[in-house]
C-alpha cells in the first residue's frame, strides 16, 4: 500500500499503535526520527523510538480513538482520545512518505493515574 498523504500516514500509525506492533510502527518513521512527548526528552533515531514503544506498549494498554485529523502541506495534526477519558494531540511532519518528526501533547500524570502505574517523586 503506498501511503501518499501526511494524512494517510498518521492513520497507518494509529492502526499499528492500536496493534502494538512497535516494530512495524518504527518503519513509517525515517531513520533520524525525532519522537518528542513533551511530558519527556526526545527520543531521536529509529530504533530508539521503536524500543520506545516497546517499553510503552509492555507497560500500559494503550488505545487510540482518532477524533480529527488535519493536513496542511507536509504536516498532520492528530487530535485523539483514549477508553479512559485521556485526550491529547499529536503534530506529525512528513517528509517522503515518513514521519521525521512528532510531537504529542497530553497529560502524564492523568495517564499514570488511570493505569494504575507508579506516580514519580519528584
Not at 55 to 76: K, P, Q, Y
Not at 93 to 112: T, V
Amino acid at each position: 500500500m503506498d501511503l501518499v498523504t501526511p494524512k494517510e500516514i498518521v492513520q497507518r500509525f494509529v492502526e499499528l499503535f492500536n496493534l502494538h506492533d512497535a516494530e512495524k510502527l518504527s518503519h513509517i518513521y525515517h531513520e533520524e526520527a525525532i519522537n518528542h512527548q513533551v511530558v519527556s526528552e526526545p527520543v531521536v533515531g529509529r530504533e530508539a523510538i521503536r524500543q520506545m514503544f516497546e517499553r510503552e506498549f509492555a507497560g500500559a494498554e494503550m488505545i487510540c480513538i482518532v477524533e480529527n485529523i488535519f493536513e496542511d502541506g507536509e504536516w498532520a495534526m492528530l487530535e485523539w482520545k483514549d477508553p479512559l477519558g485521556l485526550r491529547g494531540c499529536g503534530f506529525f511532519h512528513i517528509i517522503d512518505g515518513k514521519i521525521g518528526f512528532q510531537r504529542g501533547y497530553w497529560d502524564m500524570l492523568s495517564f499514570l493515574r488511570q493505569h494504575q502505574l507508579p506516580i514519580p517523586n519528584e
